[in-house]
């Protein structure tokens, strides 16, 4: 019985030896992740297996070492991540897939149409819209009022580039107008739509609204003429430009010297300074004539709407006479043509300068005369243009009788001068007219008197 007992406990003991001596098993590492997306049910590949039941979002528990995470959407670029298994437990991913775009491009005949996509403005055709995600869209193109509205479907489902070529229906016609003669600008509506380069030219107006507009035809001097006319729809009006009135043009005339005699083929119109309106356009002779000066002509062309300016300086085919006259009050004659009266008086019984414009160039005879002095004569020559100084003319006093006077008795009448008188008697002077011309002096009472009477230029009158 010792013995037995003495073997079992032996045999605990090298039982327990042998439990102690033995290596605890070793449990594995592991890490938690957790992935949210932004779409529902995605499809999630991890380490190429998928797993099911995903919605939004899923955890799970992965060994150490490498894995590869993928999340696919229709429409949405694919996600992929690697994740290397070193990162600190739990692991939180959050995955924004972002949405796949697919081009389109919108033209359309005409250009420049608006473009909207889901009533939202893009811009103008032909456009290329790169920025949105595949899908369906309605699309609207807007033109001018010239064309009908298009409204119509795009689908990139397919993730395939779309091109769209819409021809838009017009509303509008077209406008022909034919203009006779080149420079008329042609405005429609108040808006300038062209000019005619060309005699006999075809303006062609297009995609104009259908109704009413307005023309209006400018031409430069021609006054503005205008026309309605109806836009057809798809149709082609002609129309000719009315005729247009000329506006006539001026002419203002001026020389030197004034008062010139102005002439306009042949008609006499006045005398410069001269305005002449409403003078049709075209080329006239303008003809200018002065006494004393060199007629002048001058080819005038007359422009519509415009305004001519004539200034012209006469050249002079005579001479200039200058005189001065002591005394003053001479008459002044040349070749027996009375050309006027020295007048006033300068400094000394002098007269002032006495001219004259209008003598022809060659010889004169000059006469100068005044009662009570003795004519003066003389020879000059006229050069054209040339002012001649005549001089200073010192004319000498001579006798002239005042009365005429017969005595009682007598038989001659006797021209005297007064020198002096009474009450009772008159004292005369008399020439005899003899060689010498001798003066006598008399007196003589008035009882023996028969007539007296003064000697007068218009008139006698008896005292």
């Not at 590492?29 to 957790?34: D, K, L, Q, V």
């Not at 949405?99 to 032909?126: C, H, N």
Request: glycine share 8%.
């Amino acid at each position: 019985m010792k013995h037995i007992l003495t073997y079992l406990l032996l045999g605990a003991s090298l039982l327990w030896t042998s439990c102690t001596d033995q290596k605890p098993a070793k449990v594995e590492e592991r890490i938690e992740i957790i992935v949210v997306t932004n779409v529902d049910k995605p499809l999630v590949k991890l380490d190429g297996k998928i797993q099911n039941g995903v919605k939004k979002s899923f955890s799970g528990n992965l060994s150490k070492g490498p894995h590869f995470l993928e999340i696919e959407y229709p429409g949405y670029e694919p996600y992929r991540l690697r994740i290397s298994g070193d990162e600190i437990s739990p692991m939180e991913i959050q995955v924004n897939l972002m949405p796949k775009t697919v081009p389109f491009l919108v033209e359309t005949s005409p250009e420049g149409a608006d473009v909207f996509v889901e009533g939202q403005r893009r811009g103008i055709s032909p456009l290329l819209v790169n920025d949105m995600a595949a899908g369906q869209y309605k699309v609207e193109i807007r033109h001018s009022s010239e064309f009908a509205p298009v409204q119509f479907n795009i689908d990139t489902r397919k993730e395939e580039p779309v091109i769209v070529k819409q021809v838009m229906a017009s509303l509008a016609g077209d406008l022909q107008i034919n203009v006779p003669v080149a420079g008329v600008e042609i405005f429609l509506n108040g808006e300038s739509r062209g000019t005619s380069e060309k005699d006999n030219d075809s303006i062609l107006l297009q995609h104009l609204a259908e109704g009413k507009h307005s023309l209006l035809f400018k031409r430069k001097g021609f006054k503005d003429v205008s026309k309605k006319v109806n836009v057809i729809r798809q149709d082609k009006v002609i129309v000719d430009m009315p005729r247009q009135k000329v506006i006539p043009g001026s002419v203002i005339v001026e020389t030197v010297p004034a008062g010139v005699n102005v002439m306009v083929d042949g008609q006499h119109k006045g005398k410069s300074p001269l305005s002449l309106k409403n003078v049709a356009p075209g080329k006239y002779q303008l003809k200018l004539q002065l006494n004393g000066y060199d007629t002048k002509i001058i080819p005038l062309t007359v422009l519509a709407d415009s305004k001519k300016f004539i200034n012209e300086k006469l050249t002079r085919n005579s001479g200039t006479i200058n005189l001065i006259t002591t005394p003053p009050g001479v008459k002044v004659y040349v070749n027996d043509q009375l050309l006027g009266v020295t007048q006033g008086e300068n400094i000394q019984g002098r007269s002032i300068t006495f001219s004259n414009h209008t003598l022809e160039a060659g010889k004169h005879s000059l006469r100068l005369e005044k009662k009570g002095y003795a004519p003066v004569r003389k020879s000059f020559f006229i050069k054209k243009a040339v002012v001649t100084n005549l001089g200073d003319f010192k004319l000498k006093k001579i006798w002239s009788p005042t009365h005429t006077v017969k005595t009682k008795g007598g038989t001659d009448v006797r021209e005297v001068r007064i020198v002096s008188q009474t009450a009772t008697a008159y004292e005369f002077e008399y020439i005899m007219q003899n060689k010498r011309k001798s003066r006598i002096i008399y007196r003589v009472n008035k009882d023996d008197i028969e007539s007296l009477e003064r000697i007068i230029i218009d008139e006698k009158a008896k005292e």
